[in-house]
């Protein structure tokens, strides 16, 4: 636990121990209330250590992200117990995935940790229909993000569902039997860059040399290419 982010350091141990250990909410279909309950009860545990968003609780303010106004509280309730039913009509495991984590993301039913809740709602359809989970790594934030909001503004799914598609493959190949292992796999698929500019999310490359600087690992020539922007002149 950091010492001085000792809540983004509970917000991350508490959404790992749940992505570990889902509990014995691990079947699905059980109905609209067993849902909300669920919901609730993770959100409770996720968000414990900010008493200040009300673990558990639903949201009394309609909240807001960038141009995105999300669903009312007087209507989150209805909103998530019309998604419930048709998540019901759903038998594929990944269309239940996407759909689940849309739902809770585009409603964010609770002040905060919405995004982290989908996520694991979304990782219980999947390891429940056998199928790999689903990481969002660093340097795809942005595309995910956008991939949201193409649902979100323009209803189109095609983009989400695609980009979550290709996370789902990149990591089912990262998956390996050790920490170690699967940080160098992952650092091959650029999973922990930070700038968009220099790094792609790709398949992970056993070719590529690794070197971690400041406690980040990536191949040689995303750093060699950041070096190269510092030395740069700047423009007049």
């Known amino acids: 636990m950091p010492d001085a982010r000792p809540e983004?350091?509970?917000?991350?141990?508490?959404?790992?121990?749940?992505?570990?250990?889902?509990?014995?909410?691990?079947?699905?279909?059980?109905?609209?209330?067993?849902?909300?309950?669920?919901?609730?009860?993770?959100?409770?545990?996720?968000?414990?250590?900010?008493p200040?968003?009300?673990?558990?609780?639903?949201?009394t303010?309609?909240?807001?992200?960038?141009?995105t106004?999300?669903?009312?509280?007087d209507r989150v309730e209805g909103t998530l117990r019309e998604g419930v039913s048709i998540l019901e009509t759903l038998r594929d495991p990944f269309s239940r995935a996407v759909f689940v984590h849309f739902l809770l993301s585009d409603v964010h039913p609770f002040n905060d940790g919405n995004g982290?809740?989908?996520?694991?709602?979304?990782?219980?359809?999947?390891?429940?229909g056998g199928l790999s989970r689903i990481v969002i790594p660093?340097?795809?934030r942005e595309d995910y993000l956008d991939a949201l909001r193409a649902l979100s503004r323009r209803n189109d799914p095609s983009i989400l569902v695609r980009s979550l598609?290709?996370?789902?493959r990149v990591s089912a190949a990262c998956s390996q039997e050790t920490t170690d292992a699967a940080i160098t796999t992952w650092a091959q698929a650029y999973a922990f860059c930070e700038s968009p500019r220099h790094a792609r999310l790709t398949m992970p490359n056993p070719a590529l040399v690794i070197e971690t600087v400041d406690g980040t690992p990536a191949p040689t020539d995303y750093w060699q290419a950041l070096r190269h922007d510092q030395r740069a002149p700047m423009p007049i």
């Open 8 to 50: 983004d350091g509970h917000d991350v141990l508490g959404a790992y121990l749940q992505l570990v250990d889902l509990g014995p909410h691990a079947a699905g279909g059980r109905g609209a209330d067993a849902f909300l309950a669920e919901i609730r009860e993770r959100h409770r545990i996720l968000m414990e250590a900010r």
């Open 52 to 59: 200040s968003v009300r673990p558990g609780q639903f949201k």
């Open 61 to 67: 303010r309609t909240n807001k992200a960038g141009d």
């Open 69 to 73: 106004t999300f669903v009312a509280p």
């Open 116 to 128: 982290r809740l989908s996520r694991i709602m979304m990782t219980k359809e999947l390891t429940v």
């Open 138 to 140: 660093t340097v795809f």
């Open 165 to 168: 598609e290709f996370c789902q």
